[in-house]
Structure formats: C-alpha cells, structure tokens
C-alpha cells in the first residue's frame, strides 16, 4: 500500500491514509479489491459498517461524513453536515443502524439521524461539557445512551435521545430523565488515566489503565493500573469480562466481579 491503515475492519472498508475506502472480497485464497470509495478529500479518520442495513458510514479530516449505500453493484454516497469546523475522529452506528455519532476535534459528538420528509441525514451536536477532542464513542443495546472517551482523561455518558427517530427509553441505571444531550455520568480526570482511546458498554447495557464504571453501583469505578505498554481499545466479551488490546500487541482479558474489583 505504501502508507499507513489507520482503521481497518473485517470484511468491512480497509482505510488508507488518504481519502480513499477499499473494499476487499475473498476470492479462494486471495483477497481481491471490489470497490473504492471517493467522495472525501480529506484522511479518511473512521468508518463502520452497518450488518443490517448493509450501509457504511465514514467520516473524515474534511470535516464531512457520508454514508454509502449499494445499488445493483456500486456504491453511492450521501453527504452527511456535520456542521463542524475541525476534523472527524471517530464514527459509530448505533445498534437500530437508525443512527450513528461522530465524534471530532471541534470538542462536540454530532448525531445524525435520517430525516425521511426532506430526505437527507441531518445532525445534532453534544457539546457541554466536553472540552477536548473525542476520540472513541460506543453506544448502549437500547440505542439511546452514547458513552464518549476525550482527550482530557474523561469518560462521559451522553443521553442521545431524538424524538424524530427513538421511541420513549426506559429508566435505566444511568438515570431516568434523558433529554438530548443530557449529561448521565462523567469519570475519570487528569489524576488517572490518559487520553481514553476506548469505550465500551456491556451487551446489557494513554496510558496502560483499565476503568469499569458500573451504573447499578452508583457509578462505581474500579481502575487498574498495569506495567503493560498503553492500551487504545476495549471491548466487553461478556458481563464481567473485558478483553484490551494496544501497543504490546497482544489482547489481554480482565475480569470484574460482584465486589466491584477489577
């Protein structure tokens, strides 16, 4: 290729360093391109996939996202205004695909829904109290809470609820009253941690540190601190178990139990 991946997917856009998408199938052995997709110009910084829907989402240093759909073989982009000023770092589908979120170096989650009357996707900004840029972002299962990780340390849970597209959410935990933009809990700081490169909820709901925040305990936290080089992404393989990967480049598995340590 001759130049850095900075995201990549299974099955999913293999993203260059550039402003381009490639699209790869299997054939035998091999690994054939199918398709490229240009519409960007500017680094492409986050894609994702949507398995149902079958539409990808990407988002990227113009500032722009754009979500592609397939028709009778080819892929055509629809642009996305983020209404931002800086770069796009980070996008995410939300679980119903009715959704995603991109985060971005302009200290805002924008979320952006399809709006059928006027048949275009349009956007919503999260801005207090973030005043860094985002970097990671993942969604709750009901599809209305958005946890974001950012530069300055913090992990922040958003309420992401929009009238237009969600149905009324249910109490959870986190809280009751969920208003767009609504700021459910915050943890983290410049005492622990890194810039948090990684966030992920559970399938019921830069530095080598590992944080659990669990909402049914009054937002307890459980940190470990480890001698592991930093750790850039997280994931939940069950409901106590927490799978981290970074730069030792290996995955390793941390385990929470009912006392709340990790």
């Given at each position: 290729?001759?130049?850095?991946?900075?995201?990549?997917?299974?099955?999913?856009?293999?993203?260059?360093?550039?402003?381009?998408?490639?699209?790869?199938?299997?054939?035998?052995?091999?690994?054939?391109?199918?398709?490229?997709?240009?519409?960007?110009?500017?680094?492409?910084?986050?894609?994702?996939?949507?398995?149902?829907?079958?539409?990808?989402?990407?988002?990227?240093?113009?500032?722009?996202?754009?979500?592609?759909?397939?028709?009778?073989?080819?892929?055509?982009?629809?642009?996305?205004?983020?209404?931002?000023?800086?770069?796009?770092?980070?996008?995410?589908?939300?679980?119903?695909?009715?959704?995603?979120?991109?985060?971005?170096?302009?200290?805002?989650?924008?979320?952006?829904?399809?709006?059928?009357?006027?048949?275009?996707?349009?956007?919503?900004?999260?801005?207090?109290?973030?005043c860094s840029t985002v970097l990671s972002l993942d969604w709750h299962p009901n599809t209305v809470l958005l946890v974001a990780g950012s530069c300055d340390f913090k992990c922040r849970v958003f309420s992401a609820y929009i009238k237009e597209v969600d149905e009324k959410p249910a109490s959870t935990p986190w809280g009751s009253k969920m208003p767009f933009g609504q700021l459910m809990s915050e943890f983290g700081g410049s005492g622990i941690g890194g810039w948090v490169h990684g966030v992920s909820f559970s399938v019921s709901g830069s530095d080598s540190t590992v944080s659990v925040a669990d909402a049914s305990k009054s937002v307890q936290v459980s940190t470990l601190k480890t001698e592991f080089l930093p750790l850039l992404s997280v994931s939940f393989v069950s409901e106590n178990s927490v799978v981290a990967a970074g730069h030792d480049c290996c995955p390793m598995l941390f385990n929470y139990d009912d006392r709340g340590c990790l």
């Open positions: 290729l001759g130049m850095p991946i900075t995201s990549a997917l299974w099955r999913k856009p293999r993203v260059l360093n550039n402003h381009e998408v490639h699209i790869y199938k299997k054939n035998g052995s091999q690994w054939v391109k199918a398709h490229e997709l240009k519409e960007h110009n500017g680094h492409i910084t986050g894609t994702d996939w949507a398995p149902k829907s079958d539409c990808i989402v990407t988002c990227g240093a113009d500032c722009n996202a754009y979500v592609w759909s397939q028709k009778d073989g080819v892929w055509k982009p629809t642009l996305v205004i983020l209404r931002i000023n800086r770069a796009a770092t980070f996008v995410k589908w939300s679980p119903l695909e009715n959704k995603f979120a991109v985060g971005s170096e302009a200290w805002l989650i924008s979320v952006c829904y399809f709006e059928s009357e006027n048949d275009w996707w349009v956007s919503k900004h999260i801005k207090k109290p973030i």
